[in-house]
């Protein structure tokens, strides 16, 4: 079990900010701020592992199937719901507080769950901050006797967002050297010359455009996108710079301890 201090509890005004970051959970967004009711006690322990909480019977179905309770981040030993500080919780998902203690020791994760052991790997199995909202909508109905379908309305419907993965733009000798010792190395002698060999173009951007026309969707432009992560975390830099293609991450200015980042979803070219 990973073990050691985090960042300091969340100040007392965070809940009301944590909750303008939920508002796509809630089908009545200005209802939000209702939950802002509920007697969460704050805790000023340091994290100290993980722990399934099990929660009363009548809000079972925030739990996944054949699991105990909610895998969540320990402040202290409790075991009831009703001492249990669940804005730090949700804050402690949501600004990937384990991932960057990890990586602030060890170095970057990429990403990689596995990397962090198999003890916390329920940690991202689930959505856990959508399970934690739909719990404290539950727990706000039973206390003010309404019915949290009435009340908060239903969860809204998930938009899905297809991205363009793109791991690389132009066939390198140094890639071609890479990707075709791991086919050798993996037996596929064959794969592994054709690799080093060919001069495949990576640039698809024309069908991709293409095909999406044809399917009636599009991509989008440039956007502000907020993201929950300190200042200090990520600094501008290019992520992929070749002789057509220049694809680079600039954060704005940053605005109540986040910070935005104009995010381009497709890259131009030097022909149009």
Same mark, same amino acid.
């Given at each position: ?134 719990? !404290? ?58 690799? !080093? ?65 104009? !995010? ?9």
């Amino acid at each position: 079990m990973v073990r050691g201090k985090f960042v300091e509890p969340l100040p007392g005004s965070a809940p009301r900010k944590i909750l303008e970051q939920l508002k796509p959970l809630f089908e009545i967004p200005d209802r939000t701020g209702d939950l802002l009711d509920l007697p969460i006690l704050r805790s000023q322990g340091v994290f100290s592992g993980w722990s399934w909480l099990e929660l009363p019977d009548w809000a079972r179905r925030c739990v996944p199937r054949d699991r105990p309770g909610l895998f969540l981040p320990r402040f202290s030993d409790t075991n009831s719901y009703l001492e249990y500080d669940w804005w730090r919780a949700i804050d402690f998902f949501l600004s990937c507080e384990f991932e960057r203690s990890i990586e602030a020791r060890s170095g970057p994760t990429h990403s990689y769950a596995g990397s962090m052991g198999e003890k916390v790997a329920p940690a991202f199995d689930y959505a856990w901050v959508n399970r934690i909202v739909a719990f !404290l909508k539950i727990w706000w109905a039973r206390l003010h006797g309404l019915s949290v379908e009435n009340h908060f309305g239903e969860v809204p419907a998930g938009v899905i967002t297809l991205t363009h993965d793109v791991d690389a733009l132009e066939k390198t000798a140094r890639l071609r050297l890479k990707q075709s010792a791991f086919q050798l190395l993996s037996g596929n002698i064959g794969g592994g010359i054709r690799m !080093l060999f060919s001069t495949e173009d990576y640039s698809r951007h024309a069908e991709i455009i293409a095909a999406e026309q044809a399917y009636g969707a599009f991509t989008l432009g440039q956007r502000e996108i907020p993201l929950l992560f300190p200042p200090d975390y990520w600094t501008p830099h290019t992520l992929s710079s070749t002789k057509n293609y220049s694809i680079s991450l600039s954060p704005s200015e940053a605005r109540e301890g986040q910070l935005g980042f104009t !995010l381009p979803s497709l890259v131009g070219t030097k022909s149009g």
